[in-house]
């Protein structure tokens, strides 16, 4: 789920009926969420780019996840910034209904080549999410499930392997489709 406001952008996984496990050797992540997010301004979004990864790891407990270091083109490739991990929120936590959410707040002020204009029909982001968890498995035995919002045969870092993502208050009826 994604959502925005005029402060900031909130991408949200949510997890049903997987048991997050520690790995065996107690090193590592449970989960790892990984971000690719086009925000340069609509007509360079057309363009050729490339982003870079935004990513966030945690355990198996509810709480702040470590989002690691983020390089300079993470919004894409005519981004030359410092950005400051810690004014990006990251969080496990676990829904009324059992369900757990993994969630990682951007600051808009860090995507600051986007108009950020909510229902421009241009005021769009490319994006894509891929997570990847350590789950138990019946027998007992430990194994990673990874999801993404889109897959595709091209680099995660090209702007090209991204979806549309409108910034709206209300729902679209549009749909955006990649022919290849």
Same mark, same amino acid.
Request: glycine share 6%; proline share 6%.
């Given at each position: 789920?994604?959502?925005?406001? *005029?402060?900031?952008?909130?991408?949200?996984?949510? #997890?049903?009926?997987?048991?997050?496990?520690?790995?065996?050797?107690? +090193?590592?992540?449970?989960?790892?969420?990984?971000?690719?997010?086009?925000?340069?301004?609509?007509?360079?979004?057309?363009?050729?780019?490339?982003?870079?990864?935004?990513?966030? +790891?945690?355990?198996?407990?509810?709480?702040?996840?470590?989002?690691?270091?983020?390089?300079?083109?993470?919004?894409?490739?005519?981004?030359?910034?410092?950005?400051?991990?810690?004014?990006?929120?990251?969080?496990?936590?676990?829904?009324?209904?059992?369900?757990?959410? #993994? *969630?990682?707040?951007?600051?808009?002020?860090?995507?600051?080549?986007?108009?950020?204009?909510?229902?421009?029909?241009?005021?769009?982001?490319?994006?894509?999410?891929?997570? +990847?968890?350590?789950?138990?498995?019946?027998?007992?035995?430990?194994?990673?499930?990874?999801?993404?919002?889109?897959?595709?045969?091209?680099?995660?870092?090209?702007?090209?392997?991204?979806?549309?993502?409108?910034?709206?208050?209300?729902? +679209?009826?549009?749909?955006?489709?990649?022919?290849?």
């Amino acid at each position: 789920q994604a959502t925005a406001d *005029s402060r900031q952008l909130a991408l949200t996984c949510a #997890i049903s009926d997987a048991a997050l496990v520690s790995p065996p050797d107690g +090193t590592g992540p449970a989960w790892q969420m990984d971000v690719n997010l086009d925000a340069r301004s609509y007509g360079k979004r057309l363009e050729h780019g490339s982003t870079a990864t935004v990513r966030i +790891t945690g355990g198996v407990a509810d709480g702040p996840a470590q989002v690691h270091d983020i390089p300079t083109w993470a919004f894409g490739n005519e981004y030359a910034a410092v950005f400051d991990p810690k004014e990006f929120k990251a969080t496990l936590s676990t829904a009324p209904d059992g369900r757990r959410l #993994i *969630s990682l707040t951007l600051p808009k002020t860090y995507m600051y080549l986007h108009e950020w204009a909510l229902e421009n029909g241009n005021s769009q982001l490319g994006v894509n999410v891929h997570l +990847t968890i350590r789950q138990a498995s019946v027998d007992g035995k430990e194994r990673l499930t990874s999801y993404a919002l889109s897959v595709n045969a091209k680099p995660v870092d090209d702007v090209d392997s991204l979806v549309v993502l409108e910034l709206c208050t209300k729902p +679209t009826t549009r749909v955006t489709v990649n022919v290849f």
